[in-house]
Structures are given as C-alpha cells and as structure tokens.
C-alpha cells in the first residue's frame, strides 16, 4: 500500500514481469512504417515492463482495462501508480493477476535468465547501467566508485566488474565489507567516515556514481576523482550542496540520470544474461509484506524483495 498524492488506498507495483497473453498486431507506431516490422510475440515469450520510455514518446493506444501506462511526455512523466494518465485515469500500478501493458513498453527477458531475477533489473539495473553507459564508465582498467551498497549499489558493482573496472565501495555500514569484497567482487571497500581511507583515494577516480538514498556530503568524492571526473548522481538526497571549488579544480562534472530508454533497457537485459550478472534478491509472497516493510525500515535486505504476485494470488 502506499501514502498517496492523489487517493488512497492504492495497491503500488513500479516494476513488473510476467509471461506474455497477447499481443495486439493491429497496432502501428506513427515511427513505424509498417505494422510488418513489429516483434511478433509468443504466448510463452516472457516479458518484463517498466517505468519509463525516454524516447519521449507515449503511445496513444486505447486499453479496455487499463492498470498502467508510462511513460515520458513532453508534458511530463506519467508513473506507473496513482498518477494522472494522459486520458485522465488514475494508473494503478501492477499487484495483480494480469496487467495490460503497450509493446513499446515490454521488453525480453532473455531465454533462460530467471525471471525473478530480472525484474530488479528494470528499475535498479537500468538505473546504474544508463549512465554507466551513457558516461562511458564501460573502459576497462578505468576506476569507479559506487556510495551506497543497496539495490543500485549492488548492481553498480556487478556492471563495474563486468565492465573490467577497478571498483571501489564506499559505505557506512562496516557489515557489508565481507559481502562487497568477496560475494559481489569489489577491489576495495571504503567506510566514507572514515577520512583517512578515503584522503587516500584522493584524485584516483574517473568515475564515481552515487546510489546513497541518504542525505550526505558531496565535498569528500569530488576531492576523489581525477582531472575531468564525473560523479552521476542517481540516488535522491533531500538536497546537494557542494562547493564550487570542488567542480572547478580539475574541471569535474557533476550529472543525474534517472532510469533509462527502452532500447538501453534491452541491451542491458542481453548483456545480464551474455555476462550472467544476476542482482541478489529475496523472493517473498504479498502476504509477507509488511514484515518486508519493517525490514526495509532495518535495512535488513539484500538486496531487493522480489514479490511472487503469481503464486500469492493463487
Ligand atoms: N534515479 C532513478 O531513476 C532512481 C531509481 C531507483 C531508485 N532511485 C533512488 O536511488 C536511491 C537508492 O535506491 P536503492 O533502492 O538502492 O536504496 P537502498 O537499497 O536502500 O540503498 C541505498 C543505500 O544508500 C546508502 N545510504 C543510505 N543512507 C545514507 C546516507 N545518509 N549517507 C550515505 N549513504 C547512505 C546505504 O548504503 P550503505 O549502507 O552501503 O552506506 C543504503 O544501502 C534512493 O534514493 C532511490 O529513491 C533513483
């Protein structure tokens, strides 16, 4: 359940997956020339769908059930639940039996990748591996460093490695060294309080993306990277305060990124399977819900639930 801007109660559901029961093939695309070039989907072909669409394009398609549509218009985003949709219905996100959702939205999860597994990939994965990409953090041999180990974090450090680069964590939290080092495979695991370590690493990073959900400061990672190093900030602080001279010295960036394209998206699932990075997940039914809620709260998670809608309903 969730507090709401608009009504409430409202069952959420931002990301989802689930086996394909139809496709429309009448369906066209005013960028398609053709209904012909349209992916022909199978009953068994499994799907996954997200939040987002940075083409900047929202399909027109009229649903007779409508549970959600997204997308990014130029009149701004539409979430997945409990937003104003373009035709003025409420989206109401996807914890449920079945989901209506366009093409353009849907993407294939590869043969084989195991489908609770992918589907932290649609919001957690995209959102580290878009600018990763974007910002070319893909060089081998290069130096990254991921704050925050959580659901981004986590997956920034897997892309990281699969990418060939020196990856360093930088935590507050002492109990995650083990895991960062040996489980998830990060060369150096860093606790951000402590200012030794981390003067140590001053200007030895190219890259630095910044997964922290909390509040905290930016002064100590810009005097990390090296000339022209580039902190994307993709974690949502309440504020960011940084000083000048941290930017201008050495001629660093600082950039935001928010999910990413479908086109990405897909790519990204092929490179999970090629590579066979798979985030770190605990399935759970809905009825287990609230005991995730509180164990969110401890942060005793990692590092996604993943809840198994299919079988709940049952
Ligand atoms: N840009 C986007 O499109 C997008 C998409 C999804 C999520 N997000 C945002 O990204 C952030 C991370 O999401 P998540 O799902 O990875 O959350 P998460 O699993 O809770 O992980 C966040 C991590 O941030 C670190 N952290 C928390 N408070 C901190 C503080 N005050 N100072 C420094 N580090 C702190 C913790 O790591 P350590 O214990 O290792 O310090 C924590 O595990 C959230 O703000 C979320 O809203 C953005």
Redesign the pocket.
Known sequence: MCMSRLGWPVTTGQVERGHCMRRDNNYQRPDEKTTSSAKQYTILDCLGWA?RDASGYLSPYKFGRRHEIVGVVKEGAVGTFNYVDVDGTITKGGYSSYVVVHQRYCFMIPKDYPSALAAPLL??GI?VYSPMIRRKMNQPGKSLGV????????LAVKFGKAFGLNVI?????TS?KEEALTKLGADKFVI?SDQQQMMALANSLDFIID??????PFDPYMSLLKTSGTLV?????SEIKLSPMGLLRGMKSIS????GGTKETQEMLNFCAARKIYPEIEVIPIQNINEAFER?IK?D?K??FVIDIDNSLK
Not at 147 to 154: A, F, M, T, V, W
Not at 169 to 173: D, H
Not at 211 to 216: I, P
């Open positions: 939040a919001c957690a959102t704050i925050g180990l959580g659901g981004l974090g986590h964590v930088f935590s507050t939290s995650k951000s997964t922290a959900s909390g509040d905290h900030l993709v974690g949502a602080p935001g990124s928010a999910s969110l942060r998670v590092y996604r």
